[in-house]
């Protein structure tokens, strides 16, 4: 099975070859207050890379309104735009690798804005790209430039965070770094389950830098730490979207990094939402 470094990396290959808001329930759908469930698509990828398609259908039957893109399985923009309307979808948002945000951006963009991405997340640092504060500083600054590039596209870009961002580095935690250093168009995807999962408060950093996060994933995680489908796990998921106004939140995708039934797994997480209340 292929890491989300490889699946995003793919997808420049692909490139170059061509929300959750507060909201009344609806009379169709269970007691939420979510109006729009997304799915972070590396949680079928196996399904992808056997067919867009029917995966993209069978997510649309589930019930999903969006998905975020972490490659394209070598269609051009076109077709995943049209799959996109045959099944109701909505595609926000896509994940790229660091090699495609500086070496094939013209490329990245035209795709996006084709298939009608708002915004271009970068989905993970190398390791040997973050050993000191510097390394994340000047990471950052590389963002900054790509911030202001996507912005004269029309489109936002962000980072995705995991847990590493946490883990203090010269004393300092580099996610704040990251965060104070970035120039106001760079937007943060937070990813509930790592972030928590580090020890880091996801309730302080919209305290902290309100309307910055308009973006999360949402994955839940056992008390033993391991990460399990929403609704089997204990993160407070009421709270954080009773918080969405403070944070910014106006997407979330639903998303499992090794799921054992990637449909099975996909099914059970957007019940659970369906029923969340806050």
Known sequence: MKTRREVVTA?????????????P?????????????GLQLY?????????????LER???IGYEEV??????????TQVRQ????????APASHIGIEQMEDQWGMVVDYAATVGHEYIVVAYIDANSRTSLDDYRRMIDRFNVAAERANTAGITFGYHNHDFEFTRVEGQVPFDVMLAHADPRVQFEMDLFWIIK???????????YPGRFPMVHVKDM?????????????IDFAGIFARSDQAGIQHCFVEHDNPDDPFASIQASHDSLRQLEF
Not at 11 to 23: L, T
Not at 83 to 90: P, Q
């Open 25 to 37: 329930a609806t009379a169709r759908r269970p007691p939420t207050n979510i109006e729009s469930i």
């Open 59 to 61: 997510v649309a039957e």
């Open 68 to 77: 975020e893109f972490a490659g394209y399985f070598d269609l051009p923009a």
């Open 83 to 90: 799959l996109l309307e045959a099944n109701g979808l909505k």
């Open 198 to 208: 580090a020890g880091g408060d996801p309730f302080e950093y919209f305290r902290q």
């Open 43 to 55: 949680t079928v990828r196996s399904e992808m890379q056997r067919g867009v398609d029917r995966t």
């Open 11 to 23: 997808m420049g290959a692909a490139a170059a070859a061509i929300a959750c808001r507060p909201s």
């Open 222 to 234: 056992a008390a033993d730490g391991a990460m399990v489908d929403v609704g089997a796990g204990q």
